[in-house]
């Protein structure tokens, strides 16, 4: 039995070598229709041009040469360059593989035609087949880690991409309708329905807010779009005839941590600047430090005095006074007892029984508030006043002296 010796071996790298780097452009043109021939993935429109298939059967060529003449890592490190622009093309990763293995038939091919005679067109296989066969399969494992490279940068550059119009999106920096049913595409959104925004604040200590919402509404087939930030977490949601805003709300409480604003319904994805603004200040409607979810169309008055926290501070300071002592059990008394006899339409008695407590101690209690304020709880513009002072505090806290 005949065997190569590496002598022999080295020969045979020289002749493969030579025979490449002497009709590059020669060989490329047939490699690329021999790859087209069994691999749909690179015939012309596919994911490349035919003049791109040929460049890169020619390129690899190139490389292979210089595998063998030394420069194999380089030659390894463009292979899963050349991956990586293959995954984001998106031109299947079997594909490619294939390809490689298309080439390793047709240089061995071409070193047949090349022999002398019959016996030394046999060595000139076994020898072409063992170098040819060995950088097939280094090209083959480099390319594979360079593809996987590439999804992982493709899917990151996505995302990126993502969050940046969605950005745009939310800030109110895409109005034309055109532009808008472009991100919707890119963002898996309908372009128009039926549309709210929802902005959940964070909570120290707790995880991203409703962490496990877009998965839940996924599952029901609501279509929703997402972008933590540090701050909050803000998502636009498609509302449907089968899920609506109650049924939103529903599983916004239940898995509130902390304050959650929801925007009024919008039809189209260019109004989503003007609905995030409405969402942000509806969860700054509510009292904080606490789970709420607070709707735009639903909390006007909480609303108002959070878009103007220092006018809803003085107010308060202002109206209520003394009953704003931090360290008082009686100023917390007596404004639970406000609330309560508001809450009841004006009545002691309903606002005693929900307080637990005698209808006189009620009234007892409003005299003192009238006394600490200087209001008339009889007169229509001082409730006015002492109740909105009242709901300041729920959106901006206060203290007497500040």
Known sequence: MNHVTTAEMDDRTAAVVECITGHLDELATPLAKAIQDVEPAYRDGAYLSDDEVVGVCRHTLELACRHLTGERERALEDARRSAKDHAKRGIPLESALRAYRVGGRFICGVLLKAADDGREQHRAMRAAASVTWSVVDEFSEAFVTGYRRGLAEHAAEH?????????????????????????????????????????????????????????????????????????????????????????????????????????????????????????????????????????????????????????????ARQTLGELLGGESDDGRMLLTTLRAWATSGGAASDAARSLHCHPNTVRYRLRRIEQLTGRSLSDPMDVMHVLLASQALDVVPVTARE
């Open 159 to 315: 995302d990126a991409a993502r969050e940046r119009m969605l950005d745009q999106l939310l800030a109110g920096e895409i109005a034309d309708a055109a532009v808008a049913r472009s991100c919707a595409q890119r963002l898996r959104m309908p372009s128009s329905g039926r549309f709210v925004v929802v902005h959940a604040e964070m909570v120290p200590g707790s995880a991203t807010p409703l962490s496990r919402l877009a998965d839940q509404l996924r599952r029901r087939g609501v279509q929703s779009t997402w972008r933590t930030r540090t701050d909050a977490s803000v998502g636009i949601v498609a509302l449907g005839a089968r899920y609506g805003m109650a049924e939103l709300a529903d599983d916004l409480t239940v898995q509130a941590e902390g304050r959650i604003g929801v925007s009024e319904p919008y039809p189209a994805l260019e109004g989503t600047g003007e609905a995030a603004a409405q969402a942000a200040l509806a969860a700054g409607a509510a009292p904080p430090a606490q789970p709420a979810v607070i709707r735009h169309d639903t909390a006007l008055v909480p609303m108002l005095l959070a878009s103007a926290t220092d006018a809803a501070a003085r107010l």
